[in-house]
């Protein structure tokens, strides 16, 4: 069966440092997501991704982060410059049109 | 602004017993509402979608319902089990919008043989 795969699994990175967390979607859908979930929280949006452009975005998503599809397989998420508030487990998930959406396993991300 | 809430936030039970998680959500305006199951440190595994047209689905010992004029939905699981222990989410999107989902904070149940 199909499914959303994400690398890494864990990333540990020093404030102030760039990552990029990666995603490869179910190859036939075409509404893309990132998610975040901090230790202990609810799960929260953070940006949609439609026919290669942002179609929503949350308050989180701010200008420190982007997200891009570079090679129609992989879909990216980049943190620029990390701060502490941004260690939690990042998940992203692919859709279908506006049907259930599929989630991946998740990154760790640790800023220290 | 749409708040998910659920209760009860955990529940503990015999094994073998039918249990109800419940979840309400405050705009009426929902296009799908899908419940998830997180096991500790994974992923969200898909359970049930339920669109906005739709009173229920089922999936073996799974069924979920939704009243969206009540904003209310319920996931039964019927003769539970030990694997059964996990988180359940509810996440619900709203009309007009790209789908975002947005997410109660989870029920986390523990089935004890």
């Known amino acids: 069966e199909p499914e959303v795969t994400q690398t890494p699994s864990h990333q540990v990175t020093q404030m102030g440092q760039e990552v990029i967390l990666r995603c490869v979607p179910i190859s036939n859908h075409l509404y893309f997501y990132w998610y975040r979930q901090i230790l202990g929280q609810k799960v929260e949006f953070l940006v949609s991704?439609?026919?290669?452009?942002?179609?929503?975005k949350s308050e989180i998503f701010d200008d420190q982060f982007s997200v891009e599809r570079p090679d129609g397989s992989n879909f990216t998420l980049k943190i620029r410059s990390t701060k502490l508030e941004d260690s939690a487990m990042y998940f992203c998930a692919s859709s279908v049109s506006s049907y259930e959406q599929y989630f991946g396993p998740g990154t760790r991300l640790t800023v220290t | 602004k749409q708040e998910v809430t659920q209760i009860p936030a955990a529940l503990s039970v015999p094994e073998g017993e039918n249990l109800v998680l419940n979840c309400s959500f405050t705009d009426s305006a929902i296009y799908n509402l899908q419940w998830f199951r997180q096991d500790p440190g994974k992923g969200l595994t898909s359970l049930l979608l339920?669109?906005?047209?739709?009173r229920e689905q089922t999936s073996g010992r799974l069924n979920a319902s939704l009243d969206k004029s009540s904003g209310r939905s319920t996931l039964y699981i019927a003769a539970s089990q030990p694997g059964d222990s996990a988180t359940y989410l509810c996440a619900t999107s709203l009309s007009g919008g790209y789908n975002k989902l947005i997410f109660g904070a989870g029920t986390r149940l523990a089935v004890h043989p």
């Open positions: 991704f439609y026919n290669n452009e942002i179609s929503e």
């Open positions: 339920i669109q906005s047209s739709q």
